[in-house]
């Protein structure tokens, strides 16, 4: 295990220094929910006391869903730097070391949840910043459910990354893959808005029991059937997107 | 350190009707000596990357075996990779990276500490001229250098195999003849056996003890390149006469020691296995028979000609008309 956390860390390590040479992706990243928050926010305001999600105030509803959103959309796109890698070489001189071929995706995981911590540590202190109420406890769960769907979104990124080795086929595939779960998980309003059979279609659609899970964390409403629901699907994706990872990983001609 | 027997890969390209079944490799079977340096050469698409790449374990033999420096690349796969240096065709490093992270991170996947892991790559550094170079940015870094900063990375851990997949392709000459030269130490200095791919004929010529040719997912032959210019080609002997009626003369004395003599007008020219030792008799014979030469003329044989004597086409030709070396899985590479 020693040996495996020591591999993990020399890949984490490399991947952060990397990071950290162009620190302006961190900020390019978060610049979008951002956005949402300052100007899609306000819109809001006149309107989230009818969406009878237990609150009355537009960011504690908003900043939840910006964040299941940012580990989504951020992760999703880690695959891209991946084939970069790949194409220079590096990825087939770290599988030609004794190193574990899990470990070299777990120590980019690494990186790509610490970045999404970071991101999501500013959204949320932003989010505070400007009026969204939420306990500390339940702040952190909504981060935890965060860094669960980001670490999955992360490792399928790389699992598809290391499947096509074309950045013009990921592409096409991770937006229809993303457009469905943005539009349907009721990230910026609640899918009770819609007609039936749109809210039948979202019953199908685990992020939108994830979103809800955030949204009732930021609220205090930790103890709720929702909360339970949704990190239960936050870590059956996250676990399955792992295993997925792992495996295409470790296949000996990936 | 190297013992394949029966290697095989098969692969499929297109999909539904396009459906096709490749065969990049048929049955290989290599030996390699501890201290060799072997040379694979053959023409793109012939086999060689993708044999190349089941014996680092990154490509799982369809069928067939091989040990690689005492243990087997199927079942015994992470021992094989502590024990091998490789360096791939496509290069090892990162172009925003800095040369020291690299090869310090890269000697830390083989359990090295990091102290040890700068020690060893900055003797390395040394070794291999980049001298000044450790704190540059790859990108920053010519194509020679380069190419010696992936083999540093194949050598951080000491192995006792290294792996060059065609090391000098995209050089420059001069790059080229200095990355040979150090080619040449690994095993006086590092005391490494050296497995490299080329379709070169040149550096197989100048780098390898000897040369295992591969033409269509075949071993066609395996000799040092001497014995491969001597038995498989042998040298061309062209002699020049004086008079038309000598050539009856002189075609029947080359004969006796040439199996395929031609004659065109004064000319008279044939294949001779090893004409160094041959030539002189034959002078003398000549001499003894009153035949009169104007111009006699020895030519050595190249690994093209083995090449063409072995599979009926120039290894140039071949290279012309074959694919590109994307003749694994997965296109060369991982």
Not at chain 1, 121 to 143: C, D, E, H, Q
Not at chain 1, 228 to 248: C, E, P, R
Not at chain 2, 268 to 276: D, H, K, T
């Amino acid at each position: 295990m020693t040996t495996y956390l020591r591999e993990c860390s020399v890949v984490f390590r490399r991947q952060i220094r990397m990071n950290l040479r162009n620190p302006a992706w961190v900020l390019i990243g978060i610049m979008q929910p951002v956005l949402y928050l300052l100007l899609f926010g306000p819109l809001l305001k006149p309107l989230v006391a009818q969406f009878d999600t237990g609150t009355t105030n537009a960011y504690t509803f908003l900043v939840p869903g910006l964040l299941v959103q940012l580990g989504m959309f951020g992760a999703f796109f880690a695959g891209f730097s991946l084939i970069g890698e790949w194409r220079e070489g590096v990825i087939e001189a770290e599988r030609v070391t004794p190193a574990s071929r899990s470990a070299l995706l777990v120590g980019r995981l690494w990186r790509d949840l610490l970045q999404l911590l970071v991101q999501a540590t500013i959204l949320v202190g932003l989010g505070y910043a400007i009026g969204m109420r939420g306990s500390v406890g339940g702040v952190a769960l909504g981060v935890l459910i965060t860094l669960l769907v980001g670490g999955a979104c992360a490792a399928a990124s790389n699992a598809l990354a290391m499947a096509t080795k074309d950045e013009n086929v990921m592409a096409p595939v991770v937006n229809v893959v993303m457009m469905p779960i943005l539009l349907l998980s009721g990230i910026l309003l609640p899918m009770t808005l819609g007609a039936a059979w749109l809210q039948h279609i979202s019953d199908f659609m685990p992020f939108r029991y994830i979103v809800d899970a955030a949204r009732d964390a930021f609220t205090g409403d930790l103890g709720s059937s929702d909360v339970a629901w949704g990190t239960a699907w936050a870590v059956a994706i996250f676990a399955l997107a792992m295993w997925w990872g792992a495996s295409v990983f470790r296949k000996e001609n990936a | 350190m190297i013992e394949a027997r029966g290697l095989v890969q098969t692969f499929h390209t297109g999909q539904g009707k396009n459906k096709k079944e490749v065969h990049a490799v048929k049955g290989v079977d290599l030996d390699v000596a501890e201290g060799e340096v072997v040379g694979f050469l053959g023409p793109n698409g012939a086999g060689k990357t993708t044999t190349l790449r089941m014996l680092v374990t990154l490509l799982k033999p369809t069928a067939g075996t091989a040990r690689v420096a005492g243990y087997d690349v199927a079942t015994q796969p992470v021992q094989v990779r502590r024990s091998i240096g490789y360096c791939s065709q496509v290069g090892s490093t990162f172009s925003g990276a800095y040369a020291r992270d690299e090869v310090v991170d890269h000697g830390m996947l083989y359990g090295m500490s990091r102290k040890d892991a700068v020690a060893k790559g900055q003797e390395l550094f040394e070794k291999f001229q980049l001298d000044g170079l450790w704190k540059r940015m790859n990108k920053n870094m010519s194509g020679g250098q380069k190419r010696r900063l992936d083999i540093v990375m194949g050598l951080i851990h000491s192995p006792s195999l290294v792996f060059l997949d065609e090391p000098t392709t995209g050089l420059d000459p001069q790059a080229r003849a200095n990355l040979w030269e150090h080619i040449s130490g690994l095993r006086d200095n590092e005391g490494a056996t050296v497995f490299l791919t080329t379709h070169y004929l040149d550096e197989a010529d100048a780098l390898a003890d000897r040369i295992v040719i591969i033409d269509r997912g075949e071993i066609v032959a395996s000799d040092t390149a001497d014995n491969l210019k001597a038995n498989v080609s042998g040298d061309l002997v062209s002699l020049e006469l004086s008079s038309d009626e000598q050539v009856s003369i002189a075609r029947d004395k080359l004969a006796s020691i040439s199996d395929d003599v031609h004659v065109d007008g004064r000319s008279v020219s044939g294949r001779v296995a090893r004409a160094g030792k041959a030539v002189p008799g034959l002078l003398r014979d000549l001499d003894a028979s009153g035949v009169g030469l104007e111009g006699i003329e020895v030519i050595r044989p190249t690994l093209d000609d083995v090449f063409l004597t072995l599979t009926g086409r120039s290894l140039r030709d071949a290279d012309e008309a074959d694919a590109p070396e994307t003749d694994s899985p997965e296109g060369g590479a991982m």
